[in-house]
Structure formats: structure tokens, C-alpha cells
T-cell receptor
Framework: NAGVTQTPKFQVLKTGQSMTLQCAQD?????MSWYRQDPGMGLRLIHY???????DQGEVPNGYNVSRSTTEDFPLRLLSAAPSQTSVYFC???????????????FGSGTRLTVV | AQTVTQSQPEMSVQEAETVTLSCTYD???????LFWYKQPPSRQMILVIR??????QNATENRFSVNFQKAAKSFSLKISDSQLGDAAMYFC????????????FGTGTSLTVIP
């Protein structure tokens, strides 16, 4: 099924550990983003990419790295996990406006990350 | 940057009744797109409805409709004949037609449906 595949669904890390959240989409979407969702704060943009080889910072980029070597994949790396990074993480993709009619986000199923 | 405000952190509605969720946004752009997303307890984000700013007609999807007031920068969601499955967090979102096509989200409204 076409969509955004996000792994893992759950993860527990110890402070200082590193890990990569995987995100892949098979819809040939140029635009991909990573968000974190915290209670009462909605969705906050971490990093985004408008195409392969192009990434940029969002609202809360500190402590996270991304790369976009292919159109399909957009992994999010936590460099040294901290308890403040405990959150639910969403990957989302979209075509740019104008290419096709559906230009809303397609979201992955989310990753619940706990840093202890 | 554009801001999206949902001033109702929580709302409740009786089953079969109608409820309206509010959303306002701040922008200097004339071309943009607005969305409502639903997040049930499963955590999955689901697109409910979208509206193009250049269209005057309000979007409708079955029991869901919007009241888009461009001059007032208001984009409310009306849910008619509310069902238990409508219980969820609802997020309003703005997408710029310019500035990298970025999305901006509100903080969400938690909707409870009372049987």
C-alpha cells in the first residue's frame, strides 16, 4: 500500500545513546518533514526537505540531524538522546503545491520515544 | 512565520448533535491552503478536509464542513450528526503556497463525544 512507513513504533533509549528513526515513502513526494508532538504543544517541525539532497531546519532542530540522499528516504538521527527528547515523532510527506490535486500531508504512524 | 491558533483546547458534544471547532490564522499571503486533521487514540493523523484560499465556496466532506472566512482569517470545522468515532484530537493546519510550501499547525482541540 502506498504511504509513509515509519519505524520503529516504540523505542526506549538511555540518556546519551544515539539512534535513527527511519521514514520511507513510495509516493514520489518531494516534500518530507519530521515533527515532534508533545502534549499541549501541537506538532512542531524539526527538519524538512524539499527534495533529494536538500534539507533545512524547522522550529526545534537542536539535537537532531537529517539527510535526504534519495526521494524515498528521510531518516532522523538523534545524536545524544536527552530526556527532553521524549516525545511522539511523526514523519510526513507531500507533493509540492501545483503538481497534483492532493497536496496535504500523508503521515507515518508515529514513533513513541522515551529517553530515560 | 505564519501562526495558527486553536483557542479551544477541549470540546465536547452529545452524540448526534453538531459541534464547531475554531481555528484562526495569521498571514500576509493571499494564496494558501487550509486543512483539518483528525488524530484518534490510534495516533494516526488523518486528513479530514481541505480548503483552497482562492475558492469562495466552503469545502464539505459528508458530515464535515468548514466555514472559511478569508478576510477574518478564520477556518472553523463543523461536524454534524456527531458519532462516537469522531472523538479525537483535531488539528488545524495552514500551508503556504510560497515560502517553501511549509505547513503550520495549531495546538489542537480534543473532542469528546458523549453517548
Amino acid at each position: 500500500n502506498a504511504g509513509v512507513t515509519q519505524t520503529p513504533k516504540f523505542q526506549v533509549l538511555k540518556t546519551g545513546q544515539s539512534m535513527t528513526l527511519q521514514c520511507a515513502q513510495d509516493m514520489n513526494h518531494e516534500y518530507m518533514s519530521w515533527y515532534r508532538q508533545d502534549p499541549g504543544m501541537g506538532l512542531r517541525l524539526i527538519h524538512y526537505s524539499v527534495g533529494a539532497g536538500i534539507t533545512d531546519q524547522g522550529e526545534v532542530p537542536n539535537g537532531y540531524n537529517v539527510s535526504r540522499s534519495t526521494t524515498e528516504d528521510f531518516p532522523l538521527r538523534l545524536l545524544s538522546a536527552a530526556p527532553s527528547q521524549t516525545s511522539v515523532y511523526f514523519c510526513a510527506s507531500s507533493p509540492p503545491i501545483g503538481r497534483i490535486a492532493n497536496y496535504g500531508y500523508t503521515f507515518g504512524s508515529g514513533t513513541r520515544l522515551t529517553v530515560v | 512565520a505564519q501562526t495558527v491558533t486553536q483557542s479551544q483546547p477541549e470540546m465536547s458534544v452529545q452524540e448526534a448533535e453538531t459541534v464547531t471547532l475554531s481555528c484562526t490564522y495569521d498571514t500576509s499571503e493571499s494564496d494558501y491552503y487550509l486543512f483539518w486533521y483528525k488524530q484518534p487514540p490510534s495516533r494516526q493523523m488523518i486528513l479530514v478536509i481541505r480548503q483552497e484560499a482562492y475558492k469562495q465556496q466552503n469545502a464539505t466532506e459528508n458530515r464535515f464542513s468548514v466555514n472559511f472566512q478569508k478576510a477574518a482569517k478564520s477556518f472553523s470545522l463543523k461536524i454534524s450528526d456527531s458519532q462516537l468515532g469522531d472523538a479525537a484530537m483535531y488539528f488545524c493546519a495552514y500551508r503556504s503556497a510560497n515560502t517553501g510550501n511549509q505547513f503550520y499547525f495549531g495546538t489542537g482541540t480534543s473532542l469528546t463525544v458523549i453517548p
